[in-house]
């Protein structure tokens, strides 16, 4: 993360001095021209901040926001003031499309931050592609989305347009299955996911890792997201011998597939990827919940040095919600974007060009900067250079983190 002045930045936010400039009549370079003479960029924010998911959802935008109010004190880019413009997706495909083309047909939107979900990312790759606007997703997991349908064998990308900050599903889920093995010790798994694109794929690969180690799945079950009663599958578990629960989805479901899984008499813990990894897990899950599992991408942002101006300028900033389990990877999204552009107009003697679009695209495959995540660059497919991960589990009511590390594959 940038080195500056955290009082000076910290006592603005507080006192609400960050104000962006409105947006005026689009000129020929593809941003608004404010009152100042200046020219106004806005990066899109596309994630559920409505509904089961928009505790992170809110938590996308929110960090996004300030990464363009950061920029915009530091007059990061001379000329440019960056504005936010979020929209919800409600974690559906669907909304996410329609959304992505709102943002293709705003000039001023010059990249993209977000989704949430990785169905939703898949729905909005070609429409930014085709425009020739950047994506840079903070929260994306599947493996096919930088690396195409077949990545398993032959991994092509297919967007040029698309990034993440986030590390892939090809890398958690056999991380989960090492340290369920290796390390807490458990050999029989039931796997369960809700056959959407991000829970599939995450029990596909984490079952995959299992049965190399030498571990048994002793049953596998889909479910459906739109209900919450899961007790035919947690008869099926508890019959099933299994020592472990490992469930391909989000927390909305997650939390109460635990909770009746404990309560028809299995008492062995569940385990998901950083789509259970948020406080309403612990709530929906109740008691019973304690020893349950998350992976989740990268370091604890609160353990991160790299970390520390972003936790107190978020705070300061006075947000209502949690920057969540996305937060610091929504930042560094957007400040890829930041960086970006300042290339772009550094590059043409300080202006935008009028193929503004374009060229921030092409910029982003050489942005690298420290960031609130650790070093922010991405490689041939898109996908970020950062392949951390971290095993979370709940103690005392909260996420407690328990061993970080890379896959080793």
């Not at 001023?108 to 898949?122: A, I, M, Q, R």
């Not at 629960?245 to 939390?255: D, H, I, L, T």
Request: glycine share 12%.
């Amino acid at each position: 993360m940038r080195q500056r002045s955290l009082i000076a930045i910290t006592a603005a936010l507080a006192a609400g001095a960050l104000t962006l400039t409105a947006c005026g009549s689009r000129d020929e370079n593809g941003g608004g021209s404010d009152t100042s003479g200046g020219t106004t960029v806005v990066i899109g924010v596309d994630a559920p901040l409505t509904g089961d998911l928009s505790a992170m959802g809110l938590g996308i935008k929110n960090s996004a926001d300030l990464a363009a109010k950061t920029a915009n004190e530091e007059k990061y880019v001379e000329g440019i003031s960056f504005e936010i413009e979020a929209l919800d997706d409600q974690g559906q495909p669907s909304a996410g499309q329609q959304n992505a083309t709102k943002f293709v047909a705003d000039d001023d939107v010059l990249g993209v931050v977000g989704p949430l979900n990785s169905s939703v990312g898949e729905s909005m790759q070609k429409v930014f592609d085709d425009a020739k606007l950047v994506q840079v997703s903070p929260a994306n997991t599947g493996p096919g989305l930088t690396q195409g349908p077949k990545w398993q064998t032959e991994k092509v990308r297919t967007y040029k347009s698309y990034f993440r900050t986030a590390t892939t599903d090809a890398i958690q889920g056999p991380f989960a299955a090492q340290y369920i093995y290796n390390k807490a010790k458990k050999t029989k798994v039931f796997v369960i996911d809700d056959k959407k694109t991000y829970g599939a794929g995450l029990a596909a690969t984490f079952t995959d890792e299992f049965k190399k180690l030498g571990g048994d799945v002793v049953g596998t079950e889909h479910i459906d997201p739109d209900t919450k009663d899961f007790s035919a599958v947690a008869t099926k578990v508890k019959n099933s011998g299994a020592d472990v629960v490992y469930y391909g989805g989000e927390y909305p479901q997650a939390g109460p597939l635990s909770k009746q899984i404990k309560a028809s008499g299995a008492k062995i813990p569940l385990i998901g990827g950083d789509g259970i990894y948020d406080p309403t897990f612990i709530e929906l899950a109740g008691n019973d919940g304690t020893g349950d599992l998350a992976t989740s991408v990268g370091a604890p942002v609160e353990d991160l040095p790299s970390a520390k101006d972003f936790v107190a300028d978020y705070k300061a900033a006075g947000y209502k919600e949690e920057y969540s389990a996305y937060g610091g990877y929504s930042y560094d999204s957007a400040w890829a974007i930041i960086e970006a552009v300042k290339k772009v107009v550094e590059d043409n003697d300080g202006k935008l060009p009028d193929d503004a679009r374009e060229q921030v695209t092409a910029a982003m495959q050489n942005v690298s900067f420290d960031g609130v995540t650790g070093k922010v660059s991405f490689d041939e497919f898109g996908d970020t250079t950062n392949k951390q991960l971290t095993v979370y589990s709940v103690k005392n009511g909260e996420w407690a983190p328990v061993e970080s590390g890379t896959y080793t594959g």
